[in-house]
Each structure stands twice: as structure tokens, then as C-alpha cells.
């Protein structure tokens, strides 16, 4: 797939760009990941505070499919082995910001491979950060090839292969993670109840941590009174 001349196209364009577009790139394409760091953060939190136990797996899951999604795109990068445009591209602009050395190859784009993984886990998670987190990996990817480090097939397949690999992972998992997340409070629930000492119950108290106590401790079911039956 040659999209070279499509890279040398959005590199000139940005080596006419005025500086604080160019500064601006810069600082997106070096620090945005954090960005989504910060948001798969706050839907845990959010989560473990008041959700249920479908959310609070979908909010643990997002960061491990995102991490899933990376290891999957640079085995893939160590596998193809594709120079950089950077070096390989002749007659193209200088990149923005510093070629990345031999042997730190292009295809996919990690950066828009990560993106497009916590784009989808966090859309899965809570739907209505759609319009902030798609456009957030979109600008992610675009950046990438506009301060010159990667072609632009390398960031369309990277936020496809990100988004595929996070929307496997969660739909995968959501079920025994969910389950997982009422065991563990059930736990907390039991320990509250009884004396549990030891490790066992600081592992309880861990897992508490995580996965929250569920809205309104999330109790035992209600006991009602049937007709005809006496209560003690």
C-alpha cells in the first residue's frame, strides 16, 4: 500500500502551517494518550462509585483491552518491519518533531492503534463519550502523520486494528468479568458480616477497592413476607 504521495501532501501542508498549529500538533501527538489515560481513570472511578457490576467490568476491561490491542499492534510492527516515512519518503517536508531511530518501525501506528482501542473500550463503557473520545483518536491518528512520523495507511490500519482488537477483548469478557465483580462483592458483603481475618480478608478488602461496593452496598436481596407463612 503506497500512500506516500497522500504523506507528502499533509507534511507540506504542515511545514506551511503557521508555528502555533505546528505546536499545537506537537504537544497533541506527544501527550494526548494521557488524555485517554485520564478518561478510562474517571469512568472506573465513576463506576466503582455507583455502577452496577456490568459496569464496573466494562470500566476495568476498557484500560486491559487497550493494553491488549498495543502488545497485539507491535508484534504486528515488529513482524512488517516498515521503514518510516521520515527516512524513506524522498522530497517529502522535514518532520515536525524528531525521526524515531532505526528499528522503531511505521506500520501500525502505535499511537493510533492505542487511541482507537480506548476510543471503542470507553464508547462500550459509557456511550455518550462518543462524540469526544471519536474524534479525540481521529485527531490522535491525523497527528502522526502530519508532524511527519507515519504514513497515513499506518494510522487508518492502526485505529481498525486498535478499535477491532479492544471490541473482541470487552464483548469477550464483559460476562466472567461481570461475574467476577459480584463475587468479590458478595465477599466484602460475607466479611462485613462475619469475622474474616488474614489475607483472605485483605484480599477482600482489595478487591473491594476496585470494583467498588456497589450502589447502596449493593444488599442481599430483600426478604418479603408470603401469606399464610409466620416470620420469626
Known amino acids: 500500500m503506497d500512500t506516500s504521495g497522500l504523506y507528502r501532501a499533509v507534511t507540506g501542508f504542515a511545514d506551511s502551517a503557521p508555528v502555533w498549529v505546528q505546536r499545537a500538533f506537537e504537544l497533541w501527538t506527544g501527550y494526548g494518550l494521557w488524555l485517554f489515560g485520564v478518561l478510562l481513570a474517571a469512568v472506573w472511578w465513576r463506576a466503582r462509585g455507583r455502577g452496577g457490576a456490568r459496569a464496573v467490568a466494562l470500566a476495568l ?75 479525540l483518536a481521529l485527531l490522535m491518528a491525523f497527528s502522526r502523520v502530519f508532524v511527519g512520523v507515519h504514513y497515513p495507511h499506518d494510522v487508518a490500519l492502526g485505529l481498525l486494528l486498535g478499535g477491532s482488537v479492544a471490541a473482541l477483548v470487552v464483548l469477550a469478557l464483559t460476562g466472567p468479568a461481570a461475574s467476577g465483580v459480584r463475587a468479590v462483592r458478595a465477599g466484602g458483603t460475607r466479611m462485613d458480616r462475619t469475622r474474616v481475618g488474614g489475607i483472605r480478608a485483605g484480599g477482600i478488602r482489595a478487591g473491594i477497592r476496585l470494583t467498588g461496593p456497589g450502589p447502596g452496598g449493593e444488599p442481599s436481596p430483600e426478604v418479603r413476607n408470603v401469606p399464610g407463612c409466620r416470620m420469626p
Open 61 to 135: 476491561l476498557a484500560p486491559a483491552a487497550t493494553a491488549v490491542a498495543y502488545v497485539v499492534s507491535e508484534v504486528v510492527k515488529s513482524t512488517v518491519e516498515e521503514e518510516r516515512p521520515c527516512r524513506a519518503v524522498v522530497g517529502a517536508a522535514a518532520p515536525l518533531i524528531g525521526c524515531p531511530p532505526p528499528g522503531d518501525w511505521s506500520f501500525p501506528s502505535n499511537h493510533a492503534a492505542i487511541a482507537g482501542a480506548a476510543a471503542v473500550a470507553l464508547v462500550m463503557a459509557v456511550r455518550r463519550l462518543a462524540p469526544l473520545v471519536v474524534p
